[in-house]
């Protein structure tokens, strides 16, 4: 049971990047799931989620420049990242929401 997240990166501010979040040992195609992340001296932050049907919610301070997606086929969560700012820089984690469920992290870096 696990969830591998990759693409994290070096981007300049204005970039894009594609973060991904592997399931593997869970009912995925009926689990909600979702993106965070954690800035250095910060809590921890909502980001996004995606329900089982479809639905999405995001933080507020990424709504209009990030969509989360999934692919149920290959067990697969994902976070487009557009327009990023330097404020977008902090390790990403995907979640099994309800769950104690985390991915190891994926560090972002937007420079300016």
């Known amino acids: 049971v696990q969830l591998q997240a990759s693409g994290g990166g070096l981007v300049q501010a204005g970039g894009s990047l594609r973060l991904s979040c592997a399931a593997s040992g869970i009912p995925f195609s009926i689990s909600v799931m979702g993106w965070y992340r954690q800035a250095p001296g910060n809590q921890r932050e909502f980001v996004a989620l995606m329900g089982s049907g479809g639905s999405t919610k995001y933080g507020d301070s990424v709504r209009a420049r990030f969509t989360i997606s999934r692919d149920n086929a290959k067990n697969t969560v994902y976070l487009q990242m557009n327009s990023l700012k330097t404020e977008d820089t902090a390790v990403y984690y995907c979640?099994?929401?309800?769950?104690?469920?985390w991915g190891q992290g994926t560090q972002v870096t937007v420079s300016s």
């Open positions: 979640n099994r929401l309800g769950t104690e469920l």
